[in-house]
């Protein structure tokens, strides 16, 4: 099994910024790809952006690219997400989640571990 802890949200104005944090604990992985989504009140689980642990190759949504960052620090078994210039529509519960195959995808249902997710809030 693999435990997944996000940490990192909070409350932010619009243009800031905050980094989340997903430390990986449990079945030791090397090769997984990693994810974050996000999901705001009455909507789907959206997908924001993947890495795949060996190699660094990235993969993210239109709506982040260039605001966010994905990035890892296999060492600590952390995965981060960078989030800058925050908009008021980023507002949403983040979800950390991993999958054992190395493929990057943005379907929330290829991923077999998910964490218990963080809320971000961006205030207009």
């Known amino acids: 099994q693999v435990q997944l802890v996000e940490s990192g949200g909070g409350l932010v104005q619009a243009g800031g910024s905050l980094r989340l944090s997903c430390a990986a604990s449990?079945?030791?992985?090397?090769?997984?790809?990693m994810g974050w989504f996000r999901q705001a009140p009455g909507k789907e689980r959206e997908f924001v952006a993947a890495i795949r642990r060996t190699g660094g190759s990235t993969l993210y949504a239109d709506s982040v690219k260039g605001r966010f960052a994905i990035s890892e620090d296999n060492a600590k078994n952390t995965v981060y997400l960078q989030m800058n210039s925050l908009k008021p529509e980023d507002t949403a519960v983040y979800y950390c989640a991993a999958r054992d195959g190395v493929i990057l995808t943005t379907m929330s249902y290829r991923y077999d571990y998910w964490g218990q997710g963080t809320q971000v809030t961006v205030s207009s």
């Open positions: 449990g079945r030791t992985f090397s090769r997984n790809a």
